[in-house]
Every structure is written in structure tokens, then in C-alpha cells.
């Protein structure tokens, strides 16, 4: 099993910036490629960006060129670096890990970021 908890979520003004943090415990070598989901009120879930564990990312639209994804594997963490924050980013955003072997998922609690105008 893997637990996932986030951290770095918040309140910002339209234009600021937040930093996410994901930090994995348990039957971590186990996780291949993890990502951040986000759900706003009334929407669908939205993928917006995943990384590998060879470093290889991939980003929604949406927040292309805004966000930034990385990880550290020493620490079992994964970040997510938000700038120019637009108040559509206002969304609970989920941490996601998938097993190597693509068989198991496993997400993290949630944590919310709220952007106002």
C-alpha cells in the first residue's frame, strides 16, 4: 500500500503563485508514475499534469506554461509549482500514484486552492 498526503495548498490573489507537495510512504518502490489531479465544484475531475520516474512530464492545456511538475525520488515527493494563478484555478487538487506496474492507483486526501480576482 501507498499513502499519499498533500501539502502547500491555500488562499492567493489572482496572479500569485503556490507550491503543492505530495509526499508517498509505505510500498514506495511500488510507484511509478505520479501526477496532480484537480476537481472545482460542479466539474469533472481534470488530469493536468503527470510525471514519470524517468523525469518525463506532460501537462492539460489549461496550465501549460504555468505549472510546473517535479520530483524528487530521494524523498518519494512530488511538487507542483503553480504561477500566474487565474481564479478558474480555484479547484481541490488531488495527488495520484500510480504502481509500476499500472495495475494499482492510489491518491492522496485533497487539498484546496482558492484564487480570488
Known amino acids: 500500500q501507498v499513502q499519499l498526503v498533500e501539502s502547500g495548498g491555500g488562499w492567493v490573489q489572482a496572479g500569485g503563485s503556490l507550491r503543492l507537495s505530495c509526499a508517498a510512504s509505505?510500498?514506495?518502490?511500488?510507484?511509478?508514475?505520479m501526477g496532480w489531479y484537480r476537481q472545482a465544484p460542479g466539474s469533472q475531475p481534470e488530469r493536468i499534469a503527470t510525471?514519470?520516474?524517468?523525469?518525463?512530464?506532460n501537462y492539460a492545456d489549461s496550465v501549460k506554461g504555468r505549472f510546473t511538475i517535479s520530483r524528487d525520488n530521494a524523498k518519494n515527493t512530488v511538487f507542483l509549482q503553480m504561477n500566474s494563478l487565474k481564479p478558474e484555478d480555484t479547484a481541490i487538487y488531488y495527488c495520484?500514484?500510480?504502481?509500476?506496474?499500472?495495475?494499482?492507483?492510489?491518491w492522496g486526501q485533497g487539498t484546496q486552492v482558492t484564487v480570488s480576482s
Open positions: 510525471i514519470t520516474t524517468s523525469g518525463i512530464t
Open positions: 495520484k500514484a500510480l504502481s509500476v506496474t499500472g495495475l494499482s492507483q492510489y
Open positions: 509505505g510500498s514506495i518502490l511500488s510507484i511509478g508514475t
